[in-house]
């Protein structure tokens, strides 16, 4: 049975995704008497309790729904209950005649649109409660809604595709974006005043951008989309940089208050404090998402008080103005585009908090920079990525100020390291650019030369060569004297040894490399320890492709000492890719896929993990399993062009790559390549380990006496035969002159890799593992070659 004005449970549109936040409320409901349901105009609240009714009256004896919008006061509130409760003279209604209408029976109460029901109204509803032990309440509302015994469910936006970093245009599809749910309903919206209207490869971009700009909110969605009968997905976004209130209806058969965004949002900041509106309008400086400790750090002054600044967030939170996510376990805050647009308009002396802002992520930085090589640095890597759109908005910002413009071209510089890791190399050029050529900036300052020495970095990497020797040149001309700076002095030798690998140069590049390798030595800070990694790795490279094995192996194990020094992982990556190289070359193809696939699953660098993928192509086609190959080739040119080019690498890694490139298609019909090539460009990095890992059994390559047939590393295989030997952490630790920590980690290390319960496991793994060339016997030796 079903009571009361439900007009708005009718829709005439079909309802989109929710699946788990269905199931979700329809539990709640079943074990609580009381569920409120929050969250930001327009997230879909009332959709949702209006396509859960037909599951909830199942449930229930009786379904009362009560619009509630626009009501404050008790007795508005007894009123409308009343009426949509079929009491006789409902004007006159008082809690008493209300409980003794509703008794008896098993009833479902929904309140829609409770935000403005004051404090006599909520003790009302929790009268209600007690009065009718057979009464259940639903309701939505902007704010909090605290009822005794009562639950709260947050209702989140429509998931969206993650960002343009993350799924960048050269690799987006149709197919992989439709399954979001703000797509899903975007499209299906669409349709209604477009027919015609399908999700291509053409406008995918443009509609997976919308849909984030729109925050997954169904309503921003469906105004959106009504606009698709005039404009297209990248128009109604350029309408959308210009106008803080568009999308809004197009049409008037839409209730007033769905009309526009904005009157939904100041809707809700009037009913905010002045002391929340204040924190909501400062909050507005930070881009996505951020911490506690950055809105202390931002937010705070006069009027607002620190003591209670975490008391003003939960209050914004509980109005749905702030959206709270847990990441691994750590709450960090955002605010949706209308409400952070909405709010800046009411932002005073915006340039003081965004200086705060500035001065802020610049410590951060330069915290991060000095921990960079050590323990904790993919956690560190993902504490910058986290904070990222906010490090490159204080740098923007920063670069607009005379007083703090040398700082924030020295912290974009800084974030080199983490542009090479996740791949983000156009974004970092692109920044990188901006920072040297700013207009307030010393042509000749230090922090002005590194950007373009390490913009011409990121050039190499992504095969722009020309691009990488202009903007060497322009820095070796604006320093005339390097040696002012050993970074420069060092970034100037390899970068020169980097261009020359990349077009082949009659000028051997090894003696500048060698210089720079040791000029990075003498530093003791973090950046020159960082780039002597880098350049031991660049030189192992290039002795591997000249065939110089010998010397590869001997750089390439110093290189490692120090990663292992530093316990760094991202450097260590490449050195193990580098003699995976040189391993290649020497047609030792086991030991070329153990590092490929060492460095594939050690490290989150998006960069190395494309190598890694290369070189494991290269050893399939090299043993005639062309099938593979084609596939690898396929996965990688994808990686490749996610970072912002085609194949990156020097020109010795080109040539042979474009051999077995080659030798795949010529394995194979065209046909059969081009299923494989496109087969691949969906291979997950999991998926390719176990595919390569398959690969290497039973095939009988050469192999290098030496070579280890083996998912260890050959410091991990040291470290492995001394627990084999009884000797604890600290003994081993002691044995190859490491740290404690660094002798834990390979252990633990060792453990996972080999899947084994615990160190004494280790043993019977050591006996029962034989690489060519070594008796069992070597594992109770007292020695480590």
């Known amino acids: ?187 299906e919206r669409a349709r209604l005043v477009r027919p015609d209207f399908r999700l291509t490869s053409e406008n995918a971009l443009s509609v997976a951008t919308l849909c984030r700009r729109l925050d997954g909110l169904p309503l921003a969605l469906e105004l959106g989309a009504s606009w698709i009968r005039a404009l297209s997905a990248g128009q109604i976004i350029d309408r959308m940089e210009k106008s803080v209130d568009f999308p809004r209806a197009g049409t008037r058969n839409v209730a007033p208050r769905h009309r526009t965004l904005s009157s939904m949002v100041a809707a809700t900041f009037d009913l905010c404090s002045p002391e ?240 720079a390798i040791e000029t990075f030595a003498q530093g003791e800070d973090s950046r020159a320890v960082v780039m002597y990694m880098d350049a031991i790795g660049v030189s192992v490279l290039l002795a591997a492709l000249r065939g110089n094995s010998e010397y590869a192996t001997e750089l390439g194990s110093r290189g490692l000492a120090t990663c292992d020094e530093h316990e760094d992982v991202l450097w260590r990556a490449y050195i193990e890719y580098s003699l995976g190289v040189d391993a290649w070359v020497q047609q030792s193809f086991n030991e070329a896929r153990t590092r490929a696939l060492a460095g594939l699953r050690a490290s989150p660098d998006q960069l190395v993990v494309t190598h890694c993928i290369e070189l494991l192509a290269w050893c399939a086609s090299s043993q005639a399993d062309f099938v593979l190959a084609a596939r690898l080739f396929g996965a990688a040119d994808r990686r490749w062009r996610q970072l912002g080019g085609y194949f990156s690498g020097f020109l010795g890694i080109s040539e042979n790559r474009d051999r077995c490139l080659a030798a795949t298609r010529r394995g194979q019909t065209a046909e059969e390549f081009a299923a494989a090539y496109g087969s691949g460009d969906q291979l997950t990095v999991d998926a390719i380990a176990a595919e390569t890992t398959r690969q290497g059994v039973g095939t009988a390559p050469a192999v290098r006496p030496e070579a280890a047939d083996s998912p260890l590393t050959n410091r991990e295989h040291e470290v492995a035969l001394l627990v084999a030997q009884g000797l604890s952490n600290r003994e081993i630790a002691e044995k190859l002159t490491i740290s404690p920590r660094t002798a834990e980690s390979h252990v633990d290390h060792i453990l996972t890799k080999l899947d084994l319960p615990n160190r004494t496991q280790v043993v019977a793994w050591m006996l029962s593992w034989q690489r060519p060339g070594r008796t069992d016997t070597d594992v109770t030796a007292n020695t480590v070659r």
């Open 276 to 515: 929340e509106q204040v924190l909501w309008a400062r909050m507005t400086v930070f881009r996505e998402s951020f911490d506690l400790t950055a809105v202390e750090a931002v937010c705070g002054g006069s009027p607002l008080h620190d003591t209670d600044l975490l008391d003003t967030i939960a209050a914004l939170v509980d109005q749905s103005v702030v959206v709270v996510d847990d990441i691994s376990g750590h709450s960090r805050y955002r605010l949706l585009r209308i409400t952070r647009e909405y709010g800046a308009g009411k932002l005073a002396n915006p340039d003081e908090v965004r200086a705060r802002h500035r001065d802020h992520f610049d410590r951060l930085m330069s915290e991060h920079v000095q921990r960079w090589p050590g323990p904790g640095q993919i956690r560190l890597l993902s504490q910058v990525r986290a904070d990222y759109a906010n490090i490159i908005a204080a740098i923007d910002w920063g670069l607009q100020q005379p007083d703090t413009v040398t700082a924030s071209v020295r912290t974009a510089a800084d974030l080199w390291c983490f542009w090479f890791a996740t791949g983000r190399l156009t974004e970092g050029r692109s920044v990188l650019g901006r920072a040297a050529s700013s207009p307030l900036l010393d042509a000749t300052a230090v922090e002005r030369v590194r950007a373009l020495y390490f913009n011409a970095y990121l050039s190499v990497l992504q095969g722009e060569i020309r691009s990488a020797r202009k903007l060497h040149d322009i820095a070796s001309a604006s320093h005339p004297e390097p040696a002012s700076d050993l970074l420069c002095r060092g970034l100037h030798l390899q970068l020169d040894a980097m261009i020359r690998m990349g077009v082949g140069d009659d000028i051997d590049p090894v003696a500048s490399l060698n210089q």
């Open 1 to 187: 049975m079903e009571t009361g004005s439900a007009s708005f449970l009718r829709y005439s549109t079909s309802f989109i995704g929710r699946e788990r936040e269905s199931t979700e409320l329809a539990k709640q409901i079943s074990h609580n008497r009381f569920v409120g349901v929050t969250g930001p105009g327009g997230v879909g609240k009332t959709r949702l309790v209006a396509h859960l009714a037909p599951r909830l009256r199942e449930q229930f004896e009786v379904l009362i729904a009560v619009d509630l919008v626009g009501v404050v006061t008790r007795s508005q509130f007894l009123v409308q209950v009343a009426d949509a409760a079929g009491v006789r003279d409902a004007d006159a209604a008082t809690l008493g005649s209300l409980v003794d209408a509703l008794q008896d029976r098993e009833v479902l109460l929904l309140l829609d649109g409770c935000e403005l029901l004051d404090g006599d109204c909520l003790l009302t509803v929790q009268d209600l409660l007690e009065g009718v032990a057979s009464l259940s309440i639903l309701a939505t509302s902007r704010r909090a809604v605290h009822v005794d015994g009562g639950v709260v469910v947050a209702l989140p936006p429509l998931n969206i595709p993650p960002t343009e970093f993350e799924l960048p245009e050269a690799g987006m599809s149709a197919e992989e974006v439709a399954p979001y749910e703000a797509v899903e309903l975007f499209i």
